[in-house]
């Protein structure tokens, strides 16, 4: 017996949204039986054509909608041709679910990148950060909204996600999201890792974020001067939680940890080395290299009157947001024109180790970077600061003459050796 199929797609009316748009549905017959399912999608009636089974238009929603209708009745046409050579036989019923299956068979972009981070999430702690699975996190509730707002779907398969979908989804983080350039770059990094995994699946077989161009943009590091870092030392804080705080800032000037680095420090991490010498060996939590320096009298003396010899971890630390919120405070009274946060303190134990001849390639190990050019930023504003303390002697000694007949003036940065 030859069966025959036909698909229709076609709105529900009598179900509109907030918004007036209706529910997108498929139909199914095989030799006069039907069966009808939710292709997951409103659309606004007035941009339908009923006669093509398609939405009217050439805009990006139009495109998106007319290409996922093309792949889902080609993929009806072929398990139904599947399920007929196997069986011998056919019900709509059994094409809906054999086509349709679960979101594992649907290779659903927002289905494979939960799961992705669920996975992740119980890694925490065993090569995993928690700070890595909040920005996967992050990164999945933008591309839902951004799928939601800019498709009105609840899901895209993976292999719909085309150039302009990953452009539009650029253009909605830094427009909608309100993101700067560096945040969109880490975002769209995490995105590209997410489609890279279906790609290593199987499950498209072509990258669409080949052509795709975005930049990280280097920042300007703040950090304290050493004439500002003396302020801060001076300061006398009001109550104990300040007084930790600025301690705290304090010990991560003379180690270069970062928040969470001091916060995870823990007894075991100082050891007495082959020179006898007492270090600080640790690893980044950010990127898990080793980081090993030598404890100077101050951070010493900081674990002695701050530290918890009752309990693994060194220093109880405040939160990152409140240390922030007393050091921008105490920045201020101390007339320092730095915005100053916790990670301020880390930039100038780099900028303060340059400065009194530390070898980049030795602050490079120190500050546990995985690529010397990151290290390298610091020498570029430690140049910056020779110059522009180069210049500001210049501008004091401009009038001053050397005797002769010839003349001269003393040179000054910038200008040209020439003879009266």
């Known amino acids: 017996m030859t069966s025959s199929l036909s698909i229709l797609f076609y709105l529900k009316y009598g179900s509109p949204v907030k918004d007036g748009r209706l529910p997108l549905m498929c139909r199914i017959t095989i030799d006069g039986e039907s069966t009808s399912f939710s292709c997951k999608r409103h659309l606004p009636p007035e941009r339908w054509d009923a006669r093509r089974g398609m939405m009217a238009g050439d805009d990006e929603e139009a495109q998106m909608v007319n290409l996922e209708l093309g792949h889902l009745r080609d993929q009806l046409r072929a398990d139904f041709e599947a399920i007929l050579r196997e069986y011998g036989s056919i019900k709509p019923k059994w094409l809906k679910e054999y086509t349709l299956g679960s979101p594992e068979r649907h290779e659903m972009v927002l289905y494979m990148f939960h799961k992705h981070n669920e996975d992740f999430r119980k890694m925490i702690g065993y090569g995993r950060s928690l700070k890595s699975y909040q920005r996967y996190d992050i990164v999945y509730r933008h591309l839902r909204a951004f799928i939601r707002t800019r498709y009105h779907l609840e899901d895209v398969r993976v292999k719909y996600v085309t150039i302009n979908m990953i452009n539009a989804f650029e253009q909605y983080l830094r427009v909608d999201c309100g993101l700067k350039n560096n945040s969109v ?236």
């Not at 180690?255 to 680095?261: A, E, H, I, V």
């Not at 990127?287 to 100077?296: E, F, P």
């Not at 971890?313 to 939160?319: E, K, N, Q």
Request: proline residues 3%; glycine residues 6%; charged residues 20%.
């Open 185 to 420: 770059w880490i975002y769209m990094i995490t995105f590209k890792h997410i489609i890279a995994l279906a790609r290593a699946a199987g499950m498209i077989r072509s990258d669409p974020f080949v052509t795709y161009k975005n930049r990280f943009q280097q920042v300007e590091r703040g950090y304290l001067t050493q004439e500002e870092l003396q302020k801060i030392l001076q300061y006398e804080p009001d109550g104990a939680t300040e007084s930790l705080v600025r301690d705290l800032f304090v010990f991560s000037v003379f180690t270069g940890l970062s928040y969470s680095d001091v916060k995870a420090l823990t007894w075991d991490n100082v050891r007495t080395l082959f020179d006898g010498q007492v270090w600080i060996v640790t690893r980044r939590r950010k990127t898990g290299t080793a980081s090993n320096i030598l404890l100077l009298d101050i951070p010493r003396q900081l674990m002695e009157r701050h530290g918890d010899r009752g309990s693994a971890h060194i220093f109880r630390m405040p939160s990152n947001n409140c240390c922030n919120d007393y050091l921008i405070a105490m920045g201020r009274r101390c007339g320092i024109p730095t915005h100053i946060t916790f990670h301020i303190a880390r930039h100038t134990f780099a900028t303060l180790s340059l400065s009194k001849g530390v070898p980049i390639e030795t602050l490079s190990s120190i500050l546990g970077h995985t690529n010397i050019r990151t290290t390298q930023i610091y020498a570029k504003i430690t140049n910056k600061k020779i110059s522009e303390d180069m210049a500001a002697l210049a501008d004091k000694i401009r009038d001053l003459k050397l005797p002769g007949e010839a003349g001269l003036d003393v040179i000054t940065a910038g200008s040209n050796p020439t003879t009266r």
